[in-house]
């Protein structure tokens, strides 16, 4: 046998969930928007959303690729960064805009997901809203590492000292050459001293037979 005292209490809550808590929604929602997101929430299956989207993906990531590169430097760092509600509320206008460029190349979910935050707005659809940047975020193309600076003045001066080590051989080896070359001009050619002697051998030898038509 059920006692009055619980009966009064099954009562209470009836009355706590049909009437005050319904009043208190209503009293803070009194347009709609946390009611009808909290609906839209329900229905939006994420499963099958992420399906679709890994069965379009050769299709879909030109596309993509092209939407977020146009897009506002507020939208790529909420791509590469942690997908918070307070992140998504701070930059609900480009967020908006964002999903509503997702939805004219027919990206997966993002068409309903746009036409909820017209109605509700972004905070009460966070939920939704991460899911689908969290979704696009693979397809954002990942940029190259740029070289720390003290590295790259690092590569720099060890450069000009190569380059400066070059110069100095090339301006050592330079005056060995024209040395070289003074040296070899300035040594007698052999065969110009033999080519003298033969000139001096005649011309002893014509002195001799001059001297008998003295007598």
Known sequence: MVSSAGVDMREMTSVWKTKVLTGLNKLFDKDGKKAA???????????????????KK???EPKVVEV?????PEIK???????TASKIKKNGPAVTKFLEELAKIDFPGAKPVSDAVAKSGTTPLSPAIAFILEKVAPFVPKEEPKPEPEAEAAAETTSREVAVEEEKKEEEA???EPAAAAAEAAAPSTEVVEEKK???????????????EKQ
Do not use: C, M, Q, R
């Open 37 to 55: 997101a909290a609906e839209f929430l329900k229905s939006f299956n994420k499963e099958e959303i992420g399906k679709e989207i890994d069965d």
């Open 58 to 60: 050769t299709e879909l």
């Open 68 to 72: 977020v590169e146009s897009s506002p």
């Open 77 to 83: 760092a909420l791509l590469k960064d942690k997908k």
């Open 174 to 176: 330079a005056p060995a």
């Open 198 to 212: 033969e000139e001096e051998k005649p011309a002893e030898a014509a002195a001799p037979a001059a001297e008998p």
